[in-house]
């Protein structure tokens, strides 16, 4: 039963991928990514405004990097997979979104002193072989007659951004509580929005984008990261990081199954050839040099 909490929190961030899709059609996503905080916020407040009181002094000397946080993980991230969805795939934004802790890796030399093993270097090549090869639609040499497309160039932007933030959670050790920290990343980012919300031609959300603003507002941005969290307290951040690696699979049977997307023998094989780099590069990890998964909001944007 413990096991269903990763499970869980993968399902939700697999699903999201499909609500981020699904908000390209009848939202802007700069309206969509100012709601989803907007909302979080509002319902956090009441339980979480009461420690931010109260430990107010830990904090304040955070915020600069709360709001770094907040910039990285909840504004470039997320906004950046909204704008994506406009012109690639669920398939493709899930992919690339699977690079993330292999990312994290190679950000953990110049950021955390770490070292990079053969199996980090190996595993980066099958990942990014396999990621030209999807992005290439079997072509992994595309990229010198043509460019990628916007949306796919956005999603590893996003990816960038939150494995950034990753290897910064784990550099800053801000000894806060996990609802504190995601309360004022949320909060910052929240503010960091509203500038850009503004320039929507439509501000107030419609109805039929309702549903969706609520579901990454409560079950990806609350629900998820408290059940990450909860797996990484019970069953371990190297056993919670390896479910991690079915994100891609669960957000491209989703795709196929509700959006109708074609599943191509290239997403398949680019597929593979990416989890596989990922986990090679993962388990060469010896313990006391694993990237916790500090994934407190995360999802393929």
């Given at each position: 039963m413990i096991y269903l909490l990763p499970i869980l929190t993968v399902f939700i961030w697999g699903m999201n991928a499909i609500a981020s899709k699904m908000a390209a059609s009848i939202i802007e996503p700069s309206a969509m990514s100012f709601y989803r905080w907007l909302f979080a916020i509002a319902i956090l407040t009441p339980f979480c405004l009461p420690q931010v009181i109260k430990r107010w002094g830990e904090i304040r000397p955070h915020l600069a990097k709360l709001a770094s946080l907040g910039?990285?993980?909840?504004?470039?991230?997320?906004?950046?997979?909204?704008?994506?969805?406009?012109?690639?795939?669920?398939?493709?934004?899930?992919?690339?979104?699977?690079?993330?802790?292999?990312?994290?890796?190679?950000?953990?030399?110049p950021f955390l002193g770490k070292r990079i093993s053969f199996n980090s270097i190996l595993g980066g090549i099958i990942a990014l072989i396999g990621l030209a090869y999807m992005l290439g639609k079997g072509d992994m040499l595309f990229f010198l007659s043509q460019s990628i497309t916007p949306g796919d160039g956005l999603m590893v932007i996003a990816s960038l951004a939150y494995a950034l933030y990753c290897v910064l959670i784990k550099r800053w050790k801000m000894h806060l509580p996990n609802t504190v920290l995601i309360y004022m990343q949320g909060f910052c980012a929240m503010l960091m929005l509203a500038p850009v919300w503004l320039t929507s031609e439509q501000l107030l959300p419609p109805v039929d984008a309702m549903p969706i603003i609520l579901f990454a507002s409560i079950a990806a941005s609350i629900a998820a990261p408290w059940m990450w969290i909860k797996s990484i307290d019970v069953i371990g951040a190297d056993n919670s990081a390896m479910f991690m690696n079915l994100l891609p699979v669960v957000a491209v049977t989703l795709a196929a199954t509700l959006l109708g997307e074609t599943v191509h023998l290239y997403h398949l094989v680019g597929g593979i050839m990416v989890i596989s780099g990922v986990i090679l590069a993962q388990i060469k990890r010896k313990k006391k040099d694993d990237i916790e998964p500090g994934l407190l909001n995360k999802d393929p944007a």
């Amino acid at each position: 039963m413990i096991y269903l909490l990763p499970i869980l929190t993968v399902f939700i961030w697999g699903m999201n991928a499909i609500a981020s899709k699904m908000a390209a059609s009848i939202i802007e996503p700069s309206a969509m990514s100012f709601y989803r905080w907007l909302f979080a916020i509002a319902i956090l407040t009441p339980f979480c405004l009461p420690q931010v009181i109260k430990r107010w002094g830990e904090i304040r000397p955070h915020l600069a990097k709360l709001a770094s946080l907040g910039l990285l993980g909840m504004v470039i991230n997320q906004s950046c997979g909204y704008y994506a969805a406009l012109t690639t795939t669920a398939s493709n934004m899930s992919l690339i979104s699977a690079l993330v802790p292999l990312m994290s890796v190679f950000l953990s030399v110049p950021f955390l002193g770490k070292r990079i093993s053969f199996n980090s270097i190996l595993g980066g090549i099958i990942a990014l072989i396999g990621l030209a090869y999807m992005l290439g639609k079997g072509d992994m040499l595309f990229f010198l007659s043509q460019s990628i497309t916007p949306g796919d160039g956005l999603m590893v932007i996003a990816s960038l951004a939150y494995a950034l933030y990753c290897v910064l959670i784990k550099r800053w050790k801000m000894h806060l509580p996990n609802t504190v920290l995601i309360y004022m990343q949320g909060f910052c980012a929240m503010l960091m929005l509203a500038p850009v919300w503004l320039t929507s031609e439509q501000l107030l959300p419609p109805v039929d984008a309702m549903p969706i603003i609520l579901f990454a507002s409560i079950a990806a941005s609350i629900a998820a990261p408290w059940m990450w969290i909860k797996s990484i307290d019970v069953i371990g951040a190297d056993n919670s990081a390896m479910f991690m690696n079915l994100l891609p699979v669960v957000a491209v049977t989703l795709a196929a199954t509700l959006l109708g997307e074609t599943v191509h023998l290239y997403h398949l094989v680019g597929g593979i050839m990416v989890i596989s780099g990922v986990i090679l590069a993962q388990i060469k990890r010896k313990k006391k040099d694993d990237i916790e998964p500090g994934l407190l909001n995360k999802d393929p944007a």
